[in-house]
């Protein structure tokens, strides 16, 4: 008599291989039905292709480190104007004015500078030290005379005076 808890495997009359395949399709049709990579395809949208409409200024003026500039720009579609300015190392302001009428005019500019150049006076020159090279110690000849006056050997030694 079978029990009521018996698995369905053990209920089923079929052997190993059928069962193999059974959980083998089970695995097939559960990976089939969950399918959630992600698609890969054209981006929407997401702006309306009109032409560019804006107007921007800024300006900096740092005192401590003595900075000045600043840039401005207007467009509408094609057409655009502008202008920045910076202050050169020499004193002077250089301003450039530009333009672009339409996409076939290209890039107009006109550069200006203001105020006078000052350059600060060079440094006077100052040779580097001349090089020269390491004194070497003086060496001289010891010759040791053994008592009936021979020599008996000739070596150098560094000596500490020159």
Sequence with gaps: MESEHQSIWSRCKCNSQSRFKSIIA????????????PRYGAAPAAYADEPAVYAYNYA??????????????NRDGYATSG??????????????????????????????YSGE????AAPAYKAAPAY?????PHLRE??????????L???????CSV
């Design 26 to 37: 089970a695995a097939v049709l559960a990976l089939a039905t969950a399918d959630n990579a």
């Design 60 to 73: 900096v003026a740092d005192d401590y480190s003595g900075s000045r500039f600043n840039a401005g720009e």
């Design 83 to 112: 202008s920045y300015s910076v202050n050169l190392p020499d004193g002077r302001i250089q301003t450039v004015t530009y333009t672009v009428a339409d996409a076939y005019s290209g890039y107009v500019a006109d550069v200006s």
């Design 117 to 120: 150049a000052n350059y600060a």
């Design 132 to 136: 020269a090279p390491a004194r070497l």
């Design 142 to 151: 010891v010759v040791e005379i053994h008592e009936d006056g021979e020599a």
């Design 153 to 159: 050997s000739g070596r150098l030694t560094i000596c």
